[in-house]
């Protein structure tokens, strides 16, 4: 079974910039999950989706954060402008049952984005 | 809110020297308590979930226990490869039910 798949693996960029962020699921996987974890900290919830809808946002900065999940499969994260605190990896993670129900998740590779 | 704090943050063993990282957790109703294992540049591995106090699950030199108010995981004659950094999350039944994880134990294991 295929696992989380993410791109890019690495972005680098300037302050100010705008960039977005790949995540295709483990096929048939209900529930997709972006985080956000910085050097020496655990992961952040940033979203929450069931099939293509939002189910948890309260964490996102929506001012500069924008994320979608056509058709209930891939899902994209952006972010714009950035700021040099967005330095991070953006982890995608996937899960079989409906939100809200105890399940597994399955991380991707993540994506270590650098802000200069 | 849900918190999950984990201990020691750093922790240097020899091969073979068994130990126990631990991680302390408040919640509104626990609904299932993940250990995760993540290497340098990778994302995080799925250990185990314990679902009630007094569960238990093992998997190689590796052992989960639950309480009511924290999570063990033991570590026994631990072999270099074992060394990660392993992060403790909790689901509760409160909010979306989201899952919050702790800082991690950063593991090494010197043969």
């Known amino acids: 079974e295929a696992g989380v798949a993410q791109s890019p693996r690495y972005k680098i960029i300037e302050k100010r910039q705008s960039v977005a962020f790949w995540c295709n699921p483990i096929?048939?996987?209900?529930?997709l999950y972006w985080y956000q974890q910085i050097l020496g900290q655990g992961p952040k919830l940033l979203i929450q989706f069931q099939n293509n809808g939002v189910v948890d946002d309260s964490q996102l900065p929506k001012d500069r954060f924008s994320a979608e999940r056509l058709k209930g499969v891939d899902s994209t994260l952006k972010i714009q402008p950035a700021k040099l605190e967005d330095s991070a990896v953006y982890l995608c993670?996937?899960?079989?049952?409906?939100?809200?129900?105890?399940?597994?998740?399955?991380f991707g590779p993540g994506t270590r984005l650098t802000v200069l | 809110e849900d918190q999950v704090t984990q201990s020691p943050e750093a922790l240097r063993l020899q091969e073979g020297e068994s130990s126990s990282l631990n991680c302390s957790y408040t919640v509104s109703g626990l609904r299932g308590l993940f250990w995760y294992r993540q290497d340098p540049g990778k994302g995080p591995e799925f250990l185990f979930t314990?679902?009630?106090a007094g569960e238990e699950k093992e998997k190689e030199r590796l052992k989960a226990t639950l309480t009511k108010k924290e999570s063990f995981l033991h570590i026994t004659a631990p072999k270099p490869e074992d060394s990660a950094t392993y992060l403790c999350?909790?689901?509760?039944?409160?909010?979306?039910?989201?899952?919050?994880f702790g800082t991690g134990t950063k593991l090494q294991v010197i043969p």
């Open positions: 096929s048939g996987h209900a529930t």
């Open positions: 999350a909790v689901q509760g039944a409160g909010g979306y039910q989201k899952v919050t």
């Open positions: 314990l679902y009630s």
């Open positions: 993670a996937s899960s079989l049952a409906l939100a809200g129900r105890t399940d597994t998740q399955y």
